[in-house]
T-cell receptor, first 116, second 114 residues
Framework: DTGVSQDPRHKITKRGQNVTFRCDPI?????LYWYRQTLGQGPEFLTY????????KSRLLSDRFSAERPKGSFSTLEIQRTEQGDSAMYLC??????????????FGNGTRLTVT | RKEVEQDPGPFNVPEGATVAFNCTYS??????FFWYRQDCRKEPKLLMS???SGNEDGRFTAQLNRASQYISLLIRDSKLSDSATYLC???????????????FGQGTILTVHP
């Protein structure tokens, strides 16, 4: 399967702990996105990379969140000092940079985070 | 005003019905538009891109109205399997200079019943 893969699928953590999620995009895709989704809402943009460069970051992303894509391939999203409000599905997606127009996103299965 | 707005529904329609969803966007410079489908507790999947001249894929038709800044999705001859949440997606900026950010609407819930 050469789709987007995310690890872990589920994570339960206690408030105040740090968590890290991993995303492996489709190999030829140079763009990688992170979204967060809660029940009844659409995916909320967090950040995206083009190759290893982080080009956009949501103002909603507090400094407890950090994402990296060190070699332009896989990416990690870390949440420090987790809060109950961080409980959500964290979705990763990848695409090809399409010049003036965006190429469609291909999503992974997501990581479901529960903060107790 | 939200960047991308959709009527959350739910829309409850019988099999065979025609149903239409609209989605408005705030940035007149947006250039890329998509419709995604999301089944319960699954990841979103691309339904179709939306082109300036409008496009059709089987029972699904997408339209773009730049003057009024909205996109639409029409589903004809609804099937039970069309029951899902439909998300519109528009490209935008997050304060930077690129338009790589893709913003999702809240989603419209569709239930097709026998």
């Amino acid at each position: 399967d050469t789709g987007v893969s995310q690890d872990p699928r589920h994570k339960i953590t206690k408030r105040g702990q740090n968590v890290t999620f991993r995303c492996d995009p489709i190999s030829e895709h140079n763009r990688l996105y992170w979204y967060r989704q809660t029940l009844g809402q659409g995916p909320e943009f967090l950040t995206y990379f083009q190759n290893e460069a982080q080009l956009e970051k949501s103002r909603l992303l507090s400094d407890r969140f950090s994402a990296e894509r060190p070699k332009g391939s896989f990416s990690t999203l870390e949440i420090q000092r987790t809060e109950q409000g961080d409980s959500a599905m964290y979705l990763c997606a990848s695409s090809l940079e399409g010049g003036f127009y965006n190429s469609p996103l291909h999503f992974g299965n997501g990581t479901r985070l529960t903060v107790t | 005003r939200k960047e991308v707005e959709q009527d959350p529904g739910p829309f409850n329609v019988p099999e065979g019905a025609t149903v239409a969803f609209n989605c408005t966007y705030s940035n007149s410079a947006s250039q890329s538009f998509f419709w995604y489908r999301q089944d319960c507790r699954k990841e979103p999947k691309l339904l179709m891109s939306v082109y300036s001249s409008g496009n059709e894929d089987g029972r699904f038709t997408a339209q773009l109205n730049r003057a009024s800044q909205y996109i639409s999705l029409l589903i004809r001859d609804s099937k039970l399997s069309d029951s899902a949440t439909y998300l519109c997606v528009v490209n935008d900026r997050a304060g930077g200079t690129s338009y790589g950010k893709l913003t999702f609407g809240q989603g419209t819930i569709l239930t097709v019943h026998p």
